[in-house]
Antibody, heavy 121, light 106 residues
């Protein structure tokens, strides 16, 4: 079955970087895109970025594009999200999700379990 | 960029009630809209895609409608497990979520 398994919780200092992994299984990795979504405590969902695993195309939310990078490793079917220059308001649960193209629209069909990143001095 | 505005942001209802949540897009998006359910501490779950198509395994008491700029999610006969937060979503070049609607027990 399709699975997206994320790396464990992280605690970082302000100004540091964090790299979260999303290991996939149960499908052909290069056939679907991956998106990253975050959720600050008690807040709504915030889209961060998506990547086409097939050709490497990426698109980033404008408020994060200077600090975030998405990459993939097709040899291990793993996607990565790196966020730099961390601030306290980056404290959130970070989710990866598989992008599903259906009926000409794009939707997030399968999700990882989430990775809590805490930024604190 | 397309903005999605959900209403209400909070809804109090009883088991057995019929509830409707609205999602309005800042410009026409045809039927390219999804609805998700999120419970505390869990990842969101896809309920409806293409505005009105029920995802596999989702109970038939959930239904979606609308096109263009106005969309609805309706839950008929609310069950205890339906108390959660619901989000609408659209993706073209950028992915956008609505602000969420929390459905709580009255």
């Amino acid at each position: 079955q399709v699975q997206l398994v994320q790396s464990g919780p992280e605690v970082k200092r302000p100004g540091a970087s964090v790299k979260v992994s999303c290991k996939t299984a149960g499908y052909t990795f290069t056939s679907y895109g991956i998106s990253w979504v975050r959720q600050a405590p008690g807040q709504g969902l915030e889209w961060m970025a998506w990547i086409s695993v097939y050709n490497g195309d990426t698109n980033y939310a404008q408020n994060l594009q200077d600090r975030v990078t998405m990459t993939t490793d097709t040899s291990t079917s793993t996607a990565y999200m790196e966020l730099r220059s961390l601030r306290s308001d980056d404290t959130a649960t970070y989710y990866c999700a598989r992008i599903w193209l259906v009926a000409a629209g794009y939707y997030l069909e399968y999700w990882g379990q989430g990775t809590l990143v805490t930024v604190s001095s | 960029d397309i903005q999605l505005t959900q209403s209400p942001s909070f809804l109090s209802a009883s088991v057995g009630d019929r509830v409707t949540i609205t999602c309005r897009a800042s410009q026409g998006i045809s039927s390219y809209l999804a609805w998700y359910q999120q419970k505390p501490g869990k990842a969101p779950k896809l309920l409806i895609y293409a505005a009105s198509t029920l995802q596999s395994g989702v109970p038939s008491r959930f239904s979606g409608g609308g096109s263009g700029t106005e969309f609805t999610l309706t839950i008929n006969s609310l069950q205890p497990e339906d108390f959660a937060t619901y989000y609408c979503q659209h993706l073209n070049s950028y992915l956008t979520f609505g602000g969420g609607t929390k459905v709580e027990i009255k």
